[in-house]
């Protein structure tokens, strides 16, 4: 078995602080706010316009959502690590 000595916790602690600024910075309003700011413009986009961006944002929205799936995973199974 090995021993935690012989990891780079280091390395996973700068890995979880990158991934908190990540999600910290998704978190943030502003780029909804942009959006909404942009898309209300009178003759913001044609219609294959509006479609292309329509399925861009149902994309994000999904990446967003297997984000958060995969955090609570990763939470679920670290916990498990070790537990009787």
Do not use: N
């Not at 990540?22 to 502003?30: D, V």
């Not at 209300?40 to 509006?50: D, L, N």
């Amino acid at each position: 078995m090995s021993s935690q000595s012989e990891h780079d916790l280091s390395a996973l602690d700068k890995g979880m602080e990158a991934l908190g600024g990540t999600i910290r910075e998704l978190a943030e309003q502003k780029t909804v706010d942009a959006l909404k700011r942009i898309v209300h413009k009178p003759g913001w986009t044609s219609v294959a316009e509006y479609a292309l961006f329509a399925a861009s944002l149902d994309a994000v929205q999904q990446q967003a959502e297997l984000l958060k799936k995969h955090c609570r995973a990763l939470v679920e199974a670290a916990e498990k690590v070790g537990s009787k």
